[in-house]
């Protein structure tokens, strides 16, 4: 009777073990899986106790303001990203279209929304057909394509400032019941982009071919178109929100949307959408530019050099992609 109870105790504590292994297990699978939110949550938390003004209503339309850009970018990178691509033009989409809708802003505000879309939509075509076309790797095509829109902007303004632009500054500095307009712009446009990859076969098929182009492509989709609209999206969205900013700051600046693009591939990975694709989306990505948004509101508010900030936007984006690993491995394991 001995050795059967102690075989029993035995028994008994191995399950115990277990079922507090599994609990562990889940709370980690837990943690990586909604890493976003907590993250989001305890800079909140962190930013309240750190200032009294963050909590205000001021504060947040101001957060929502600054963030608007790097949101519109970050809609279309999303897309490219999801498809296992990258795009490293949309900040010199962002400042060439900037800079020409300051030259052509006696046009009024549709001329100037025509400019920008051909801008964006130039160089959305070229990436996405080299890229799909000729089958050039995505970073060497819009590394390239980065620095021929960047010295296309300076050629354009001979390195100078456009200023006086005042014709739409609505657009840019206006508000609509207490809310940004740049910001009301980047929330439908999310709300769009959220509808199309849930709720449209255009959306689910985005998806399929990011998570496996091979057997996609064995399915009858079209992999190539949907990874050549993806830049053409992430180029007009990158060339409208160069528009937006002229309307908030009244200049047309060469080097405006300077590193924007690595700000738009934090948030995008932030998010959960990996560079492994077809994983991820668009609630991520907003959940991304936020938290990249409130990074930078706190060290504001706490008189933090831009250069610093640079350092832990960097240490974010790595933390970022540690963090996608660790769930790709988790996932493969299960």
């Known amino acids: 009777m001995n050795n059967e109870a102690k075989s029993i105790s035995i028994r008994v504590a191995q399950e115990e073990e277990l079922e507090g292994g599994s609990f562990w297990q889940k709370t980690v699978n837990w943690l990586l899986d909604y890493s976003m939110y907590v993250v989001f949550v305890a800079l909140i938390v962190v930013a309240s106790v750190l200032s009294p003004y963050f909590l205000s209503w001021s504060n947040f339309t101001n957060i929502l303001r600054q963030v608007s850009f790097n949101g519109i970018i970050s809609i279309g990178m999303c897309m490219v990203i999801l498809m296992r691509g990258i795009d490293l033009s949309v900040g010199s989409i962002f400042g060439l279209a900037n800079v020409l809708v300051a030259g052509f802003a006696p046009l009024g505000f549709w001329g100037v929304l025509a400019i ?71 929330i439908v446009l999310f709300a769009v982009a959220y509808f199309i990859q849930t709720s449209t076969i255009f959306g689910r098929r985005c998806y399929a071919v990011g998570g496996n182009p091979y057997a996609a492509r064995m399915a009858g989709i079209n992999v190539n178109f949907y990874l050549f609209l993806s830049y053409v999206v992430a180029g007009v969205l990158s060339a409208f929100a160069g528009l937006i900013m002229v309307a908030r700051m009244t200049t047309g600046e060469p080097n405006a949307g300077m590193m924007f693009e690595l700000d738009a591939i934090a948030a995008v990975v932030m998010g959960g959408t990996t560079f492994h694709g077809g994983r991820g989306g668009i609630i991520g990505t907003v959940f991304g530019v936020l938290i990249l948004g409130i990074i930078s509101n706190i060290l504001n508010l706490l008189n933090v050099s831009s250069y610093t900030q640079l350092v832990v936007k960097g240490f974010f984006l790595i933390f970022a992609v540690v963090l996608a690993e660790i769930r790709k491995m988790v996932a493969t394991a299960k």
Not at 129 to 152: D, N, Q, S, W, Y
Request: aromatic share 12%; proline share 6%; hydrophobic share 55%.
């Open 116 to 186: 920008s879309i051909l801008v964006g939509l130039a160089f959305g075509v070229f990436n996405g057909a080299v890229i799909t076309k000729i089958k050039i790797e995505p970073f060497v095509v819009t590394l390239g394509t980065l620095i021929i829109g960047r010295g296309l902007a300076y050629i354009y303004t001979g390195g100078t400032l456009i200023p006086n632009i005042t014709q739409f500054r609505f657009i840019g500095a206006g508000y609509v019941l207490g809310i940004p307009v740049p910001a009301i712009i980047m």
